[in-house]
């Protein structure tokens, strides 16, 4: 008789993506004998409609890859070199209270930064029980503003945040305007929903330094210089109020401020907003009067175009474009941008109230960690994020991370270029083995991720660590929650009922108007009056030169080029950089590289007063003349000499909310060898 042959035990488990994009994806991960063999899209969430991005398809290859995580680190190198030797749990908990323990009686507890942004959206992944352990240690509190500062700040002001169009109505739109964004590669279930309103007649209008595939196919491209985004908006205001094309009925009803708008559009004019942005002018004016004519009429208003000096600016010349064309009131006409606070969520579930310690901004931790600082900051505690590569001045950012006096913990899937810089390393699990609350902020849509394989090795779930080291410190009162289970039920319990029966029983929550809500039919401004403020006082104040100004180019003689670091179609910010890619390459238009004897695959070398970076060259008519791209996301190991684009960032700020100003790098490109033959 033959030996009896055990089968293999194959599932399929649904779950969903928390990852740091609009579209909040179901998924169904295929398990076999307890190991995760492939993931691909579910059907619950009607808006991703059964397939997600290559991105997240490879996520097994993290889960199992030779750099993922799978048990506490000591270091035993020098920073930086990534030597490490196992320890336990325990040991590394009480290494980590201790230390925290010696930095708050020596420096106080402000000498205690916890640094994290954007590896995970989840509601139970940032926010929970690490507020609770960092409030009550009294740590500094960080400004998360790496992204989406300037567009949050612009949108809150004008709108109050109101909830904005979704995916669903981009079809009925006889105009629709991408601005800054690139939905091919982050957030592509937009895409099919572009592409029928093209094809019921609709024209695409893509705003975008670069001519990327979908502005190739686009009925109007402009290929705006970085940083003039204002321009361009104002200068479609002063054709709408010249034209007669202003709805002022509407302006009157519903809105504050346009008169002062109206005056800080007219010395825009379209010729003068045209030569600043280096666009024709005839296109230019062609997009204004599409706008002006045709209904309804969307912009979807992406990140890009904040991330320079005249962000915040730009982000509200743009938003205030549908107010004064009289764009709201239809079905596919209004703005589109993010919908995270559209479901009115407060995380009633986070015991205490927050202290009123200094506020660090993230993008100026090299100065932090560099610089005299009262106190000065001796505890780090990264999770969630990658700042060796995501963070501005990346020179100075890692001469902070090199600091000996500097206590490092850092809590993640693999070993990071952050990671390398640890005392000690925690291993983290990914929301494959995990529970969360996944929140779309694109289509609006919440439902639970549930864990489809155990933790890796030893790995832990965030709320699991905190609520360890929390309770070893003492800073745990009796009942509170204590680990993810804990705070995943609290968490349920704090929303509205609705959503919480919802979770509880697996379904997908939509949000009310059917997940699509009409701007002006559906809901009015969140701001206290229920009226568009199309200048609010709070950001005129802010800016340094005034709302609705610009401020010129950085560009000098030595660095003409202005660099752009667009995401791409590898990462999500730098998560999944550790995987296999082809080499990478800045973007060049082939006027740029004849006018510095440069050709296609040579060796080069990108740089300006913060640092130097090596790649190969790759010589494209899709990047405009005078403008150079490296892809956002990017690892050291990723180019020739270990520096990403950040490190030819500046750290300087945003007009509004102290946002990144990566796209103001300035720099020049020089050969380092000729490509062979």
């Known amino acids: 008789m033959a030996p009896l042959v055990s089968q293999p035990v194959e599932s399929s488990v649904e779950t969903a993506c928390p990852l740091d994009c609009p579209d909040s994806c179901t998924l169904t991960a295929t398990v076999r004998d307890g190991r995760l063999v492939t993931l691909d899209g579910g059907h619950a969430n009607p808006v991703t409609q059964g397939y997600i991005c290559a991105k997240v398809r490879r996520f097994p290859e993290r889960v ?31 290494r980590i209270a201790e230390s925290f323990d010696r930095v708050r009686r020596e420096f106080g507890g402000e000498a205690i930064l916890p640094f994290c942004y954007g590896g995970s959206n989840g509601l139970l992944t940032q926010d929970t029980l690490d507020a609770t352990l960092f409030w009550r240690l009294g740590a500094s509190r960080l400004a998360r503003t790496v992204c989406a500062a300037p567009t949050g700040a612009a949108n809150l002001a004008l709108y109050g945040k109101m909830p904005s169009v979704t995916y669903q109505d981009y079809v009925h739109a006889q105009l629709l305007v991408l601005w800054g964004m690139n939905p091919a590669v982050s957030g592509i279930h937009a895409m099919p929903y572009v592409r029928e309103a093209q094809k019921r007649g609709g024209k695409l209008v893509l705003v975008d330094p670069r001519a990327t595939a979908l502005a190739r196919q686009a009925d109007l491209h402009l290929p705006v210089r970085p940083g003039t985004d204002v321009v361009v908006a104002l200068a479609v205001h002063r054709y709408l109020f010249e034209h007669g094309k202003a709805d002022e009925q509407f302006l009157a009803a519903h809105t504050t401020g346009a008169d002062r708008l109206r005056a800080r559009a007219a010395e825009w004019d379209i010729a003068r907003a045209a030569d600043v942005a280096g666009l024709d002018p005839r296109a230019l004016e062609q997009f204004a009067r599409w706008y002006a004519d045709l209904s309804p009429a969307l912009i979807r208003c992406g990140w890009g175009l904040e991330r320079n000096r005249n962000g915040g600016n730009a982000v509200a010349a743009v938003l205030a474009l549908p107010a004064v064309g009289g764009k709201f009131g239809v079905r596919g006409g209004g703005y589109a941008m993010t919908n995270s606070k559209s479901w009115n969520i407060n995380r009633a579930w986070v015991p205490g109230h927050e202290p009123s310690t200094r506020v660090i901004n993230m993008n100026l931790l090299g100065r932090v960690l560099t610089e005299p600082l009262d106190p000065p900051v001796k505890a780090l505690f990264v999770y969630n994020a990658n700042p060796a590569v995501t963070i501005p001045d990346q020179q100075r950012v890692l001469k902070g991370l090199e600091r000996e006096d500097l206590f490092t913990v850092v809590f993640e899937q693999v070993m990071t270029d952050t990671a390398a810089y640890a005392d000690i390393v925690l291993p983290a699990t990914t929301f494959l083995e995990n529970y969360d609350i996944a929140r779309a902020y694109g289509p609006l849509a919440i439902q639970l991720g549930r864990p489809v394989i155990d933790p890796a ?25 204590a680990s993810e289970l804990d705070m995943l039920l609290k968490a349920m319990d704090g929303l509205p009922p609705h959503i919480g029966n919802a979770l509880r029983e697996g379904r997908v929550v939509e949000a009310p108007w059917n997940g699509a809500p009409v701007q002006f039919v559906d809901v009015l401004p969140w701001t206290n009056d229920q009226k568009v403020h199309l200048f609010p006082e709070e950001l005129d104040r802010e800016a340094p030169t005034g709302l609705y100004t610009y401020q010129p180019d950085p560009a000098t003689a030595a660095y003409p080029l202005a660099l752009i670091s667009p995401s791409s179609d590898r990462t999500i910010s730098s998560t999944l950089g550790e995987l296999k890619r082809p080499a990478t390459g800045l973007d060049m238009h082939p006027i740029d590289a004849a006018a510095r004897g440069l050709q296609d695959a040579d060796q080069i070398r990108v740089f300006n007063t913060l640092g130097e970076v090596r790649c190969a060259l790759r010589v494209v008519p899709t990047v405009r003349p005078g403008t150079v791209s490296l892809p956002k996301g990017l690892w050291r190991k990723s180019t020739a000499n270990g520096y990403t684009a950040t490190a ?12 990144a100003c990566f796209n103001d790098a300035r720099v020049e490109v020089a050969l380092v060898s000729r490509a062979s033959a």
């Open 648 to 659: 030819l960032a500046p750290d300087t700020l945003t007009d509004v909310a102290g946002g």
């Open 64 to 94: 199992y890859g030779d750099a993922r995580l799978v048990q506490p680190l000591l270091r035993k190198g020098p920073k930086g070199s990534a030597r490490f030797e196992p320890i336990q749990w325990d040991e590394a908990l009480d």
């Open 457 to 481: 090795g030893e790995a832990r779930s965030n709320n699991d660590v905190f609520g360890a080291l929390a309770a070893r410190m003492g800073l745990l009162n009796d009942g509170e929650p």
